[in-house]
Every structure is written in structure tokens, then in C-alpha cells.
């Protein structure tokens, strides 16, 4: 038996019959390495739904990895491109979005996410740097990874934050640990 969404809820109908724009059933935002892709395909098999991941939509739109956007188009550009998938994953997608860690720059995805329930993973910034590791290509932390990290989090944890129903600690807490603290802290039951 599948339980109908409710009045109000993505996809649901409205008081005259007529189904509403989909919207996320969460949106996770968070730095480099907090865990938002994989905390994501844990909520979106806990919850029935599927998984978008913006940095995977960029990628495929641009017909390239993140870091050659950066090298070979630049920064500007990666950030339109970045904006365009936020505004697709938010406002057509009924699963669970991912956002890319810069997400929340542009004023217009901070708008676009203004009463979804949207968690705020945050982790410790040794934490985030093992899970980054240096091998792995991240253009915007390739020099001094951890100086990097901390001017990163200066600049958009007050935006994270302005835009969080919920902050979630991930540090010392296994994925699975944080999806459930998710769930918990947005008050979502699972099917």
C-alpha cells in the first residue's frame, strides 16, 4: 500500500484537485567533505525517493569534470552554470537535492530554498579535510587545502546557516548516524 502525500506536501494535490510544482523532500547544503552525496543517497533510499546531486548536473551540462569547468571556463562560469542546476534540482525535483558546497554564493538559490527543509551538515574542518584528502580533485581547496577550508567556511557558514531549518554535526557520527539525524531534526518520518 502507498501512502498518498499530504495536502501541501510535493506533488500533492491542492485544495482544488490540481498537483503542485514538485519540491524536494530535503535539500542538503555543507562544505567540501561533509558528506552531502553521501548522506543524500542514504535519505533517498531511507525515504523512497531519488537522489539529485547539483555537481553531478553541472558536470553533465557542461560535458566535463568540475575542476576543467574551473581551469578551462572559470570560476564565473561554473557558478552560472552551478545557479541554473540549483533553480532545475529545487523547483522539479520531489527526491533528496544535494547542492554543491558554493551553492549558497548566489543570492537567487538562497531565495529558491526559503521554506524547503534544508539541513546544514557541518563538519569539523580536520574531519573534512581527511574526507577530502588531497587526491582528490577539489579546485577550490588544491592549495593549502586547510587555510582554504577555513576562508571557505568564513564566507558561507552564516549562509548555510540563513538558509537551514536544521544544522547537523556530522563529526564522530557515521553516515548513517547523520542521515538519521537529518530526518530527526527536519521531523520527517520514513514510509
Not at 49 to 69: F, H, L, N, Q, Y
Not at 91 to 118: I, Y
Amino acid at each position: 500500500m502507498t501512502a498518498e502525500p499530504a495536502a501541501g506536501a510535493a506533488g500533492a494535490p491542492d485544495a482544488a484537485g490540481a498537483a503542485g510544482p514538485a519540491t524536494p523532500a530535503v535539500v542538503l547544503v555543507g562544505p567540501p567533505g561533509s558528506g552531502k552525496s553521501t548522506v543524500g543517497a542514504l535519505l533517498a533510499r531511507r525515504l523512497g525517493v531519488t537522489v539529485r546531486d547539483t555537481d553531478t548536473d553541472v558536470e553533465r551540462t557542461a560535458g566535463k569534470p568540475i575542476p576543467d569547468i574551473f581551469v578551462e571556463d572559470g570560476e564565473p562560469r561554473f557558478r552560472a552554470l552551478e545557479a541554473a542546476a540549483v533553480r532545475a534540482a529545487v523547483t522539479g525535483h520531489d527526491g533528496v537535492v544535494s547542492l554543491g558546497g558554493g551553492a549558497v554564493l548566489d543570492p537567487e538559490s538562497r531565495a529558491l530554498l526559503t521554506g524547503l527543509p534544508v539541513a546544514f551538515l557541518d563538519v569539523p574542518l580536520g574531519e573534512a579535510v581527511r574526507r577530502v584528502g588531497l587526491d582528490v580533485p577539489r579546485p577550490l581547496l588544491a592549495v593549502n587545502p586547510r587555510q582554504r577550508w577555513r576562508v571557505l567556511m568564513e564566507e558561507r557558514r552564516p549562509l548555510y546557516t540563513e538558509v537551514a531549518r536544521a544544522v547537523v554535526e556530522t563529526a564522530e557520527r557515521t553516515p548513517d548516524e547523520v542521515a538519521q539525524a537529518v530526518l530527526d531534526a527536519l521531523e520527517i518520518t520514513t514510509p
